[in-house]
């Protein structure tokens, strides 16, 4: 019998046991202690971040940056329907209104769709882009690097710095990810819009488990997102709280975790671009990512002419494959909600299957993954 190939698991090959361990030994175990500050430190540092906060997800961490917007009723975010619904749902936590967008084909948010959406059916009211049919405003929106590929954040940038609008970066999925030419050059996903987010869940690149980090280069930003995080105490002694806060902080032992992952992501990016040029060399069409950025390789998206019977194919040779998120504005919660244009997203939710991308997947193990698919393939 062949051994189970996951999708992607977790690779724990360095100090994690003894990070961890040591602070257990110290008995910092919470949401406080040394390593929450070395972590935001380190994090802040390999993508050159002015501020860093750790929190206890990426979801936290996206609801947060909402918040620190002043982002609420009445108020519109533009976000994308080819994501992972947690991009989104913070969008319902702060009682605003999304508005669904189409990819292009980097799967990332279209820009151009973007561009006109504001210039069709908007306007600006007292310099404000007030969305025209509903009379809300629209405030923010959400980019997602999907897959760790970047988001054409040249275009998204000059749309929003044109129409008054607010750039979160959802950067869970793209830690690592950076351009290498053109006006970003040397700046890495999560660090070019307003604020952004990263997400140590389980299947990330690195993990803590679970936790997050949200990232900024405005100071303001970064003290309210981390007052809101830690139940928005304003005297530490006397139990004062300003607002109405959130249990949302990271632990000491998740930020140890993280440490000790940080140290290796620049190997586990290096397996995984292995991986894909293994892939590639054996004719199994990926698709590409962002040409000018040198990618973190998170998933790889393979173009399947039955994405469902290759599926179950693998699934029968004990290889883990899925198919990509069902489109947020068909599911239940959103169906109401409007969308603009969804057109691509559509093509690509019918095709793509994430095939395994472990940084620990074996060359053995990806050439059982490209003979099952070979022999669809041949079928
Ligand atoms: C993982 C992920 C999140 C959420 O991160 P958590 O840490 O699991 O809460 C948000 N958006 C996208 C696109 C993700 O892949």
Not at 1 to 24: D, K, W
Not at 159 to 185: F, N, P, Q, W
Request: charged share 25%; aromatic share 10%.
């Amino acid at each position: 019998m062949n051994r189970h190939i996951p999708l992607s698991v977790p690779c724990f090959r360095g100090n994690e046991i003894a990070y961890v361990t040591q602070a257990i030994q110290e008995e910092w175990v919470s949401t406080a202690g040394k390593a929450i500050g070395n972590f935001e430190d380190q994090l802040s540092k390999y993508v050159k971040a002015d501020y860093a906060v750790a929190c206890q997800s990426g979801t936290a961490g996206i609801h947060l940056a909402l918040l620190s917007q002043g982002i609420g009723k009445n108020d519109i975010v533009l976000v994308p329907t080819l994501t992972f619904v947690a991009a989104v749902n913070p969008v319902k936590y702060v009682n605003a209104t999304p508005v669904f967008m189409d990819c292009d084909d980097s799967l990332t948010i279209d820009p151009y769709k973007l561009e006109e959406f504001c210039a069709k059916e908007c306007h600006f009211t007292d310099g404000r882009l007030i969305h025209t049919k509903t009379g809300k405003s629209v405030r923010a929106v959400v980019v997602v690097h999907v897959f760790g590929n970047m988001a054409d954040m040249e275009s998204v940038m000059d749309v929003a710095k044109r129409y008054g609008i607010r750039v979160i970066e959802d950067a869970t999925e793209a830690l690592g990810t950076y351009y290498t030419s053109g006006k970003y050059a040397g700046r890495y996903a999560g660090t070019i819009g307003d604020v952004g987010v990263f997400s140590f869940n389980g299947n990330k690149i690195i993990t803590t488990g679970g936790g997050g980090m949200i990232v900024t280069g405005n100071e303001r930003i970064a003290n309210e997102c981390r007052h809101l995080s830690t139940q928005a105490k304003s005297d530490l002694l006397y139990f004062d709280h300003d607002e109405i806060g959130y249990n949302y902080r990271m632990t000491n032992l998740q930020a140890a975790l993280g440490l000790a992952q940080l140290e290796q992501l620049e190997e586990f990016i290096l397996q995984k671009e292995n991986n894909y040029r293994r892939y590639v060399e054996r004719d199994i069409e990926l698709l590409p990512f962002r040409r000018d950025t040198r990618p973190n390789y998170w998933f790889y998206s393979y173009m399947a002419e039955d994405r469902d019977e290759t599926m179950r194919l693998l699934a029968e040779n004990e290889i883990q494959a899925r198919p990509v998120w069902k489109l947020i504005h068909t599911l239940k919660p959103y169906r109401d909600e409007l969308s603009y244009r969804i057109e691509k997203a559509v093509f690509y939710h019918d095709r793509i299957l994430n095939l395994p991308c472990s940084a620990g997947l074996t060359e053995e193990e990806l050439d059982r993954v490209v003979s099952v698919l070979k022999e669809e393939m041949a079928l």
